[in-house]
């Protein structure tokens, strides 16, 4: 197993995700314990020491679930990390009940790592909002009091979203946790979150590395052109090797679901195998690729807006749709969406094609902005 140093400890740079874990009939509140005992043991004995689990995932089984099978093993042998949930805005003002809860569901007097889970648009004005909900408070006083080792938070939002978060509570802040990958580095604009990190000297912690497993199923013509720089790599492993070449990532997290993916992704994590210049320019160049098949060629050029009766920003809002319509779903632009007002949404175009008049890469805006309002249901 390969080990990254943060602070005095050494972790495991392969994560156990515990939000995809096997499940009884498809349904996703019924984890298959007896099986994910087994994902563990195999995992603790090859060195993984590193657990992430939280409050809302498996429909808030899999604190318990986690909790259980790694009570099993002497407390020093693994760190144990979760989250406040403040993608749920209900929560905010709940912080003392749910962290109670959350050492009552995973039998242990402290968390090693403690996150504000999913900063985004929707709930970056209430995670600041410190005199009010007091969220922040609360956690730096269990860190001051020991049940928190390490403080961090995760985040879905974009790069200014992140910035307010590091203006009010960087200096706190230990570990980012990100969603990072090869496809999303330009996609989704992680390599300008990764730099703003980096400014702040906070070490990054990786989710969804292969993009709900998407990144480890590649058409037959993709996989070929990376089999034949690395005969010897399984496909899900580029994606480990991207990131193997990313200084500031010490910690990757994979929401594995069988024996299977544990067995393969702990090989993957015995050798230290980063990316060459040559093949990550390729792996990028297929990234560039897929999402070009799929999304609509804005270049945030700003014409569009200057015609605009109804004041959208229809370049932000076409990021967010093809994130969308390239995800098949999903929750980020929903979120991001929310913090929106109504007469900002997408259902707000009316039609007048002003802006298609002026596009230079001539999209069919207005067709987009009622295609993304019927995908939402607005």
Excluded at 132 to 147: D, H, P
Aim: include cysteine.
């Amino acid at each position: 197993m390969i080990y990254r140093k943060f602070q005095d400890l050494f972790l495991s740079n392969l994560g156990f995700g515990a939000m995809r874990l096997p499940v009884i009939d498809g349904d996703d509140s019924r984890i298959d314990q007896e099986a994910a005992f087994r994902m563990v043991d195999m995992a603790m004995e090859k060195g993984v020491n590193y657990y992430d689990t939280a409050w809302g995932y498996h429909d808030g089984q899999s604190e318990l679930v986690l909790g259980r099978a790694l009570s099993r093993y002497p407390r020093e042998k693994y760190y144990l990390a979760t989250k406040f949930p403040g993608y749920d805005l209900g929560n905010m003002g709940k912080t003392e009940q749910i962290f109670e809860e959350q050492l009552r569901k995973c039998q242990v007097d402290h968390f090693d790592f403690y996150l504000f889970h999913n900063v985004c648009e929707m709930n970056i004005d209430a995670y600041l909002d410190d005199a009010k909900y007091g969220t922040c408070s609360y956690l730096m006083a269990q860190k001051k009091n020991g049940r928190i080792r390490h403080l961090g938070f995760s985040a879905h939002g974009s790069v200014e979203v992140i910035r307010r978060f590091l203006e009010a509570y960087g200096k706190d802040m230990e570990f980012c946790q990100l969603q990072l990958n090869w496809l999303d580095w330009d996609f989704q604009d992680a390599k300008a979150k990764v730099a703003l990190l980096d400014q702040w000297h906070i070490p990054v912690w990786v989710m969804e590395p292969l993009r709900g497993g998407r990144l480890a199923r590649l058409p037959r013509e993709d996989a070929d052109r990376l089999t034949a720089l690395r005969p010897d790599e399984g496909i899900p492993a580029w994606s480990f090797r991207f990131l193997q070449g990313i200084p500031s990532v010490t910690v990757i997290l994979s929401g594995m679901s069988d024996e299977a993916q544990v067995k393969e992704n702990l090989a993957t994590f015995e050798t230290d195998r980063p990316l060459t210049d040559a093949e990550k320019k390729t792996l990028l160049s297929l990234a560039a690729d897929m999402t070009r098949r799929a999304a609509l060629p804005c270049t945030a050029c700003r014409y569009c807006t200057t015609h605009c009766p109804m004041g959208l920003n229809i370049p932000h809002l076409l990021e967010l749709y093809n994130e969308h319509v390239f995800t098949g779903g999903g929750f980020i632009a929903p979120m991001a969406l929310m913090a929106l007002p109504d007469d900002k949404k997408p259902s707000a175009c009316v039609g007048c094609r002003s802006c298609e008049k002026v596009c230079p890469q001539q999209i069919k805006i207005s067709e987009a902005m009622k295609d993304f309002s019927a995908r939402l249901g607005l």
